[in-house]
């Protein structure tokens, strides 16, 4: 969420935000909140992740006593998502409720309710961005993942009523089996919308699901649950080269030691599901604390799983220090936990997605050494 705000270079090439993430990690400061107004949906995306759609949903009363509690511990970003939140007939009253208190709110819908009615409302109350679920260009593609016909349209025409108001909108593509070739198509279809876009090559596994050690099959995910939806390894590489355009070689992926902090989770990153647990993120599924059992400052400041994720460095990691992609892998104690019971597992996932990032320079250095191309687009 953090990086989605464009801000300019500060003066080691940082970005202002940047600066911001790095001071608030290093004082437990929760910059970003992720929170979930809903699960329910009424479109049967194939790859979502979301099991039990039914939950007591925080109320917009105690959903502001989150808010509030942010505000006075320093944050300044909120992304609210779903399901779709515009299931909720107060989703409106919620989102200005965040924008009153200056948050910089950006929002995760497929966009199939939003009319120009609520667009209005969206571009009255100073939205930050509208992120849209799109997964093709083409409706046959996009609406046989969504499982709604029509689908596609309804979030193409909300996407024209929100950019008429000014209001930023992101295309969101996670790249799966049944929408090979979108990686091609978004960025053309967003131009046309005059839209930002992203694309993803990861798909996460069902909700609370339990250990699992993920059996390898190539590096394409295989497996028995939603991860059997991950590209294969070619599309992978392709998406790679879209994503990172001036990847050239190893140093361009970055090179992190074992000392460094392994993400923001919990540490300037927080994540609130529809009935208030509150964990470090989305994927690191061990609650800290229930926001109706205690006060969200209290459960930043006093939750366990807080202090662990705060202590936490890349050398805890001992299975990946050896590894020859540790300096770039992109380690995740999230998944860690999810596929292998504990934060500093080998995540298997990320295993995987590390391999496909080498091979995808190994592709490009190759190419640039046989005359292949020039990288330039010539």
């Known amino acids: 969420m953090a990086e989605d705000m464009g801000v300019q270079p500060a003066g080691d ?85 965040a924008c009153d208190r200056r948050f910089f709110v950006q929002i995760i819908t497929h966009a199939n309710h939003i009319d120009a009615a609520v667009a209005d409302a969206l571009e009255a109350m100073g939205i930050g961005e509208v992120k849209v679920s799109i997964y093709s260009s083409r409706p046959e593609v996009h609406d046989a993942i969504t499982k709604v016909p029509g689908s596609l349209h309804a979030s193409l025409k909300a996407i024209s009523l ?24 978004i960025p053309i279809l967003a131009a046309k919308y005059d839209s930002r876009f992203a694309l993803d090559h990861t798909i996460r596994s069902a909700q609370g699901q339990g250990l699992d050690p993920l059996p390898p099959v190539g590096l394409s995910g295989g497996c028995v649950d939603l991860r059997a939806l991950n590209a294969d390894v070619e599309v992978k590489i392709d998406l790679i080269s879209h994503i990172m355009p001036s990847l050239r070689g190893l140093a361009d992926l970055g090179n992190k030691s074992p000392s460094q902090p392994v993400c923001t989770a919990g540490r300037s990153s927080v994540y609130v599901d529809p009935e208030g647990n509150v964990f470090p993120c989305l994927e690191w599924e061990e609650p800290a604390g229930n926001v109706r059992q205690s006060s969200f400052a ?68 190759g190419a640039a050494d046989s005359g292949g191309g020039c990288g330039c687009g010539g």
């Not at 600066?19 to 909140?33: F, K």
């Not at 593509?173 to 929408?179: E, Q, S, V």
């Open 162 to 185: 929100l950019r008429e108001r000014g209001v930023e909108v992101e295309m969101k593509c996670p790249i799966m089996r049944g929408n090979e070739g979108a990686q091609l198509e």
């Open 298 to 365: 209290q459960i930043w400041r006093e939750g366990e799983v807080f202090g662990r994720a705060r202590g936490l460095k890349r050398s805890a990691f001992k299975g990946c220090v050896s590894c020859e992609n540790f300096s770039f892998c992109d380690i995740c104690p999230g998944q860690a936990h999810r596929e292998t019971g504990s934060a500093t597992g080998v995540s298997p996932s990320k295993c995987r997605d590390s391999s496909v990032k080498r091979m995808a320079v190994e592709r490009i250095a």
């Open 13 to 97: 090439g940082a970005t202002v935000l940047e600066e911001l993430n790095r001071h608030a990690a290093a004082h437990n400061i929760p910059l970003g909140a992720h929170i979930d107004l809903t699960y329910r949906c009424d479109l049967a995306c194939v790859h979502c992740y979301l099991v039990d759609r039914i939950k007591p949903e925080l109320s917009v009363a105690e959903i502001e006593r989150v808010l509030d509690d942010l505000q006075s511990l320093g944050g300044l970003m909120v992304l609210f998502s779903g399901g779709d939140l515009f299931l909720r007939p107060d989703a409106l009253t919620i989102l200005k409720a």
